[in-house]
């Protein structure tokens, strides 16, 4: 009989990604993979193929006393939604990837007395993963200085690092070379992100010399309602660029890509590494507990890139640190094998290995392989 696993994740990309590699590993070696989400998650199953997708309902905690009652409410629904469709699946491991959607599954197999392990994408331990952390069996995280652990969780964590798409992964075996004649500048973000770069990067390319404006190849994300606005300002630079609100060939985009601008979500920043691209980050300031100023400072520390705080950066900064690194081809190969050297490359493999090692049951598999087999 196939070994069941239990994967909980919120619906957002940062915690689906993770969640999807492991899948698609545990599915290939004969387990049966349910996902237990909320409603944003429903594409998931269609992407990975012998997955089922259960809805359990789960609420935000915090905010106005009615906003925290409705939440609690909601909490203790997903629970028992969550134990009930636990009993009934009998699972070998549950893991948890962040989110508030996941709390519910995992405290029902906390409760269950589940084998279960926690996988934190972030440099910094999230809300959701702080409140499951000590009943966790084990404790995988994205960063090696994960910051938020507690004495006690740090003893049960192991450094996964973050996985990432097998299209994305193949980028840095092919590896990185330095602009000649064009220069290829991918700018993405998130919403927020989106708009943020909407509004800075024309000035900021305005700034540059002509010359080198001349040479740009630009792809920028942008929201429906900024498209039109930024292509117009690109065209009066006599730039050539291309706008789209989403990039459905990202591992194309970043092939191309001499520098890439950003903002440092952990996929992002795994992504990044994984395909040996530089990159010049810009931390969402919203983000929860800051943890993009934090996953920032890990890849910079590497030597993949550059970061600067939204809040300090005006377009003479940024336009004078742009025109400086792309007038150096050299200093961008540096960071882009700097980037490369940072990546983990058997993260999914090393935490789908661990899922499978929880199981009583486990008799091979991921599990049972070598660093330099998962690697492969």
Not at 117 to 145: C, D, K, T, W, Y
Not at 330 to 357: E, I, K, P, T
Request: charged fraction near 20%.
């Amino acid at each position: 009989m196939s070994p069941v696993y239990v994967l909980a994740a919120g619906g957002t990309g940062g915690h689906l990604f993770p969640a999807e590699a492991v899948a698609r590993l545990l599915v290939q070696t004969g387990g049966a993979v349910h996902l237990l989400t909320d409603r944003r998650a429903d594409a998931f199953a269609e992407k990975v193929p012998g997955v089922t997708v259960d809805l359990v309902r789960a609420g935000q905690l915090g905010g106005g006393p009615l906003h925290a009652a409705y939440g609690l409410a909601e909490l203790a629904v997903g629970i028992v939604q969550a134990r009930r469709l636990l009993r009934r699946l009998a699972p070998a491991a549950v893991v948890g990837f962040g989110g508030y959607p996941s709390v519910p599954t995992m405290l029902a197999a906390a409760q269950l007395g589940l084998p279960t392990l926690i996988h934190e994408q972030n440099a910094v331990f999230g809300r959701a993963n702080r409140l499951l952390a000590p009943r966790a069996r084990r404790i995988a995280i994205g960063f090696a200085a994960t910051q938020g652990l507690r004495p006690g969780d740090r003893a049960r964590a192991i450094h996964t690092g973050n996985p990432v798409r097998p299209a994305i992964l193949a980028l840095g075996a092919e590896g990185y070379a330095a602009p000649e004649k064009s220069i290829e500048l991918l700018v993405v973000g998130g919403s927020q992100g989106a708009r943020f770069f909407a509004e800075s990067m024309p000035p900021v390319l305005a700034a540059l010399p002509a010359e080198m404006r001349a040479r740009l190849r630009l792809a920028q994300q942008a929201r429906p309602e900024d498209k039109e606005a930024v292509a117009a300002q690109y065209r009066a630079l006599g730039i050539d660029a291309q706008i789209e609100t989403f990039f459905d060939d990202m591992p194309a985009r970043l092939k191309r890509a001499h520098l890439v601008v950003s903002r440092a979500g952990a996929s992002t920043v795994a992504e990044l590494a994984a395909a040996g691209r530089p990159a010049l980050l810009v931390p969402y300031p919203h983000a929860m507990d800051d943890h993009q100023t934090a996953n920032a400072a890990e890849f910079v520390a590497a030597g993949g890139g550059w970061a600067f705080a939204q809040g300090e950066l005006t377009p003479a900064v940024l336009a004078e640190r742009l025109a400086a690194l792309l007038a150096d081809p050299g200093q961008l190969a540096a960071a882009a094998a700097a980037a490369r050297r940072f990546a983990r490359d058997d993260a999914a493999a090393h935490l789908a290995g661990l899922v499978q090692s929880l199981s009583p049951r486990c008799n091979g598999g991921i599990a049972r392989r070598g660093p330099m087999e998962r690697a492969a």
